[in-house]
T-cell receptor, first 114, second 111 residues
Framework: GAGVSQSPSNKVTEKGKDVELRCDPI?????LYWYRQSLGQGLEFLIY????????KSGLPSDRFSAERTGGSVSTLTIQRTQQEDSAVYLC????????????FGSGTRLTVV | SQQGEEDPQALSIQEGENATMNCSYK?????LQWYRQNSGRGLVHLIL?????REKHSGRLRVTLDTSKKSSSLLITASRAADTASYFC???????????FGPGTSLSVIP
């Protein structure tokens, strides 16, 4: 597609439930990133996929968070047993290859845990 | 700790004035990027400046980079109400590393 697509755009879930957030990057972009942004805050790095390399998971806040990228394209971020502190906007971004290029961001998924 | 820190945290100016935001970082970098965010959603990439560059322009935007001071500035000239947004700097330490974002500067341009 022309841009990075994220779904759903909004998600309200009950505490303790699992959620899946989806990201469709720009075709041909080998690098894909997930960030989290709490209200009024900066972006918190979560995970980074680059081609066929092992993902950089150093930003995942707990073992309740996991992500996969199938076929080098679509990525899914899964949060198990959601907590209220997981409420945030989850942003996905992709870019061509390695450094020297800016990211293209999706519009994000606003997750609210009640 | 975060690599980039923007200053000021918030800035309010009149339409037509220039807006300057600064970014400081801690370690050596491969490049520094500036992004704009409207309404707390996706960020838009504005400009990328490499460590061997000192200044770049894009329309009404001017970015400078001083690697000796580990700082960058973003200047928006002749500001418009539509420039109201949050602005983030982001640094990349190597070409194979992830980009780390600062907490952002909230800019309000008053018509």
């Amino acid at each position: 597609g022309a841009g990075v697509s994220q779904s759903p755009s909004n998600k309200v879930t009950e505490k303790g439930k699992d959620v899946e957030l989806r990201c469709d990057p720009i075709s041909g972009h080998t690098a894909l990133y997930w960030y989290r942004q709490s209200l009024g805050q900066g972006l918190e790095f979560l995970i980074y996929f680059q081609g066929n390399s092992a993902p950089d998971k150093s930003g995942l806040p707990s073992d309740r968070f996991s992500a996969e990228r199938t076929g080098g394209s679509v990525s899914t971020l899964t949060i198990q047993r959601t907590q209220q502190e997981d409420s945030a906007v989850y942003l996905c971004a992709s870019r061509l290859g390695t450094g020297g290029h800016g990211y293209t961001f999706g519009s994000g998924t606003r997750l609210t845990v009640v | 700790s975060q690599q980039g820190e923007e200053d000021p945290q918030a800035l309010s100016i009149q339409e037509g004035e220039n807006a300057t935001m600064n970014c400081s970082y801690k370690t050596s970098i491969n490049n520094l990027q500036w992004y704009r965010q409207n309404s707390g959603r996706g960020l838009v990439h504005l400009i990328l400046i490499r460590s061997n560059e000192r200044e770049k322009h894009s329309g009404r935007l001017r970015v400078t980079l001083d690697t000796s001071k580990k700082s960058s500035s973003l200047l928006i000239t002749a500001s418009r109400a539509a420039d109201t947004a949050s602005y983030f700097c982001a640094t990349e330490k190597t070409s194979y590393d992830k980009v780390i974002f600062g907490p952002g500067t909230s800019l309000s341009v008053i018509p």
